[in-house]
């Protein structure tokens, strides 16, 4: 892990670099390429200012990204804006970024869904010292000072004009109002293990029949989790309350993948808001369920575009309007399937069935606490959304291709609702 050098006798880089950006961040779109040339001119004239240059920007990272965490973004989302806007370079500067400003918080600091974000993004000091930062990076990417100054100033202004959002989650060393054993946690889950297990056997037949019954029992197993869970709260053993986690959502068809995500999320007790202009959606629901709804949602997005580029094969389906068509329908249907087998589960746990984690029923007494336990977790998500989104507004979906629709809804029906091993971007 690379040391974090004193910034004191930097020869003026650290004042020079604040005011670099506070010229690129200020600079109407008009006149922002020669705000960025003035400033990157200024920090990559001399080769033997670059090592002090590379220690303000490591130093000026820990504000600008702390700042970042502060107005409620998290690492993947700090990504998935560069991802979206800027070009592979960006990424990795603001990977490395990230990477650094971790520097200043303890692992205990974090809770696991940001752990997990840091993972993913494989965001680690690889450096030997700040002062060989940007000259080791600009061998790697095959940049002059130039070059990598005006990426630096570029990403900055990026996020130094990121508007506050709601938070899903706490920011580094803040911890929630109170600590509950319920909240994420490290590791997995032991009922999100076992569907991980059923999808993946699921993924593995090549038999459609047996795919679906096994991939449904996942989701029963899923509904089954989140009762078990209201009725633990029902009894006051559990003080667990709604938590929130983002899923990027990006073009094309960002809309109808947005309807795919909610209809996943509905059945299993979660409320979606999307927040288009900056590709992600908010998923409001009990931490166990956003675990379920995280893992079907990714399943379920690769076997639509699967399915919609293999029915673009043919010469009537590789419109615009088709392909929308289709994902809308998919959406749809899945989203009829989904619910089915959540009522199945709900009906069936109220009759006194328990649906073990290992797939086997057992029969106990019905609990009349059950349905008024679900309903009042319902209501706490709702209110959830109402706190962290009091202006929201709803969006009508049209459709244009009927051809496109039948499909959709055909490989809906033709969909195994499981899992992939793989990665989602959130």
């Known amino acids: 892990m690379g040391k974090r ?10 004042p020079l670099l604040e005011q670099a950006v506070r010229s690129v961040l200020t600079a109407p779109d008009e006149t922002l390429d020669l705000a960025l040339d003035t400033g990157a001119s200024l920090l990559a004239a001399s080769a033997g200012q670059w090592p002090a240059v590379s220690r303000a920007l490591l130093g000026y990272a820990d504000t600008a990204v702390g700042r970042c965490w502060s107005a409620g973004w998290r690492p993947a989302d700090l990504a998935r804006v560069v991802r979206r806007g800027l070009k592979p370079v960006h990424l990795a500067l603001a990977v490395d ?6 520097r200043r918080h303890a692992a205990a600091a974090l809770d696991r869904r940001w ?12 450096w030997p010292g700040d002062e060989q930062y940007l000259g080791a990076f600009a061998d790697r990417h095959r940049l002059d000072r130039f070059a990598l100054a005006t990426t630096a100033l570029e990403l900055l202004r990026t996020w130094g004009r990121l508007p506050p959002i709601s938070p899903v989650g706490p920011a580094p060393g803040r911890r929630p109002q109170a600590e509950r054993t319920t909240g994420p946690q490290a590791g997995e889950p032991r009922m999100l293990a076992r569907i991980r297990a059923l999808l993946a056997k699921a993924e593995s037949t090549e038999y459609p029949e047996e795919a679906e019954a096994l991939t ?3 989701q029963q197993l899923m509904a089954q989790h989140s009762i078990d869970d209201a009725l633990l ?5 559990d003080r667990n309350t709604p938590a929130a986690l983002r899923i990027g959502v990006d073009n094309p068809y960002e809309s109808p993948k947005t309807m795919l995500l909610d209809a996943v999320a509905a059945a299993n007790r979660c409320r979606v808001v999307w927040a288009k202009e900056f590709g992600f959606c908010t998923v409001v629901g009990f931490d166990g369920d956003l675990d379920g709804v995280e893992l079907l949602y990714t399943s379920l997005l690769v076997q639509a575009t699967h399915a919609l580029n293999k029915a673009g094969s043919r010469r009537d389906s ?4 088709f392909r929308h068509s289709f994902l809308v329908a998919y959406a749809a249907r899945i989203r009829e399937r989904l619910t089915a087998a959540t009522e199945r589960a709900t009906t069936a746990a109220a009759a ?6 290992d797939g086997t029923e057992e029969q106990l007494l019905p609990d009349e606490r059950l349905l008024p336990a679900l309903a009042a977790r319902s209501e706490a998500v709702d209110d959830e959304v109402g706190r962290l989104f009091p202006k929201l507004v709803s969006q009508r979906v ?3 291709d009927g051809v496109g629709w039948a499909a959709g809804r055909a490989a809906a029906d033709r969909a195994a609702l499981h899992g992939r091993a793989g990665q989602i971007r959130r």
């Open 115 to 126: 752990h997990e974000q840091l993972r993913e993004l494989e965001a680690e000091v690889w």
């Open 97 to 102: 970024l990230i990477a650094a400003e971790g």
């Open 233 to 237: 709260a029902a009894t006051g053993d």
């Open 216 to 218: 449904t029992k996942a």
């Open 352 to 357: 006194g069935r328990h649906l073990r984690e």
């Open 5 to 14: 050098a004193q910034q004191d006798g930097d020869g003026g880089a650290g």
């Open 318 to 321: 590789r419109s615009k309007a």
């Open 398 to 400: 049209r459709v244009s």
